[in-house]
């Protein structure tokens, strides 16, 4: 399973657009890059996912950089309800996930 | 909603004592994984299940066992628990292993062990 590193937490205003970086150097050739978000006491929420191009579906972008060593999630317009611990996740095959920390967004009003 | 449903919400369970937890998946999801999340932690692998067989096993002593129905329901067993299984176990399905699938996450069942 390849390893990720995200900052612990991150700020953004509120409407403003939001970037979330994720490095995930060892990632391998076949695996998936998967979003998800998570609010305290709920499930994992699907955001995004790609593989090599970027992506974009209603709630956020996926730039995925060409060497796929790092990918960013985009959030256009963040919203209070965007709060949450956002986690970057590479999958192969089998869809067994392996959270890292994952980063704590925080929305100002 | 993510079709994926869990029970019970909470429970709590005595030292040394026996729990079973219980997810019913999407209709037609094939693949069913369970996630261990304590406080302040990332969720982590215990195990996956594929067409009612083990399909991979994350750091877990034998103590976590589990169950996949031909219905798309599972179960996680935990025997002889410990004050550290308290946590909140989480279940996820996706239609097969192939990758590139959503998977879809019930709200969780919250354990706590006294």
């Known amino acids: 399973d390849a390893k990720t590193t995200q900052p612990n937490s991150m700020e953004s205003n509120e409407e403003e657009p939001v970037h979330l970086p994720c490095n995930h150097s060892?990632?391998?050739?076949?695996?998936?890059i998967h979003w998800y978000r998570q609010l305290p006491s709920q499930g994992p929420e699907y955001v995004i996912h790609?593989?090599?191009s970027n992506v974009n579906n209603r709630m956020a972008s996926l730039a995925i950089a060409e060497d796929r060593k790092s990918s960013t999630l985009i959030l256009h317009r963040a919203t209070l309800r965007d709060a949450a611990v956002y986690y970057c996740?590479?999958?192969?095959?089998?869809?067994?996930?392996?959270f890292g920390t994952g980063t704590s967004l925080t929305v100002i009003p | 909603e993510t079709g994926v449903t869990q029970s019970p919400t909470h429970l709590i369970k005595t030292r040394g004592q026996q729990v079973t937890l219980r997810c019913s998946s999407q209709s037609g999801h094939n693949t069913v994984s369970w996630y261990q999340q304590a406080l302040g932690q990332g969720p982590q692998f215990i195990f996956q299940y594929y067409r009612e067989e083990e399909n991979g096993r994350g750091n877990f002593p034998p103590r976590f066992s589990g169950l996949q129905f031909p219905n798309y329901s599972s179960e996680l067993n935990v025997n002889a628990l410990e004050l550290d299984d308290s946590a909140l176990y989480l279940c996820a399905s996706s239609l097969d292993l192939t990758g590139g699938h959503t998977i879809y996450f019930g709200e969780g069942s919250w354990l706590t062990v006294v």
């Open positions: 996740i590479p999958t192969n095959t089998g869809n067994q996930f392996y």
């Open positions: 060892t990632i391998s050739g076949t695996d998936y």
């Open positions: 790609g593989l090599t």
